[in-house]
């Protein structure tokens, strides 16, 4: 049964995680490249088929112990937080690095189905072992509850690709990248201790 409050936890902790990430800027660039509708079928398609596979790896997890399995939920949590503090550090200097790598990519001629399939793979191949694909597959291993994990968690990564899409320019023209980060990595560790402490009560 779908329960809402794994579904808007899984939500937001996916979503200001992702914000910072390398797939906003991607998703960002081709679609000043491409048709905007079409890169972002495409790099939903992509996060459709990375959120299945961590929500099958994270149902496998779930048949672990509960203690194990909180305590590897609270150690990615906190992972992440590192992670996202230490990218931070230099996000915002390779902001035009990561620009410029993404505009390369894209197909400025491609058009319908091409700019789709250019989207999707260019997604696929960046969000393999990303933060918050490892972060879904905590979630799914913590709640034993793949489809509302899925469903925050893919939501989470259309709104995201959505703004990049929408408003990704005005965005990063206000809010700092790294800034982005440090409320990701904020979230995590929120996170961290919200696990801990279900493992103690």
Known sequence: ????????????????VELPDKTFIATLVMSTKMRP?????????A???????????????SFLPDDAVHVAAAVMFSIGA??????ARSADAHEPEQESEYAEKADPTAHGLKVVLTS???????????????LTISLVAKYDDPVSVFLGAWGAL???SGLAVIVGRVLLNHVRLS???YVGATVCVLMAGLTLWELMT
Do not use: Y
Not at 8 to 13: A, C, I, N, Y
Not at 37 to 45: P, Q, T
Not at 120 to 134: K, T
């Open 1 to 16: 049964m779908l329960d809402l409050v794994v579904v808007v936890l899984t939500f937001g902790s996916i979503f200001v």
């Open 37 to 45: 509708l079409f890169v972002w079928i495409g790099v939903g398609l």
């Open 47 to 61: 996060f459709l088929a990375q959120t299945l596979v961590a929500v099958g790896l994270g149902k496998a997890a």
């Open 82 to 87: 590192v992670i996202l503090v230490r990218e």
């Open 120 to 134: 999707f793979l260019v997604l696929f191949a960046a969000e393999w072992g990303d933060l918050s694909q490892l």
């Open 158 to 160: 259309l709104a995201v």
């Open 179 to 181: 800034v982005l980060h």
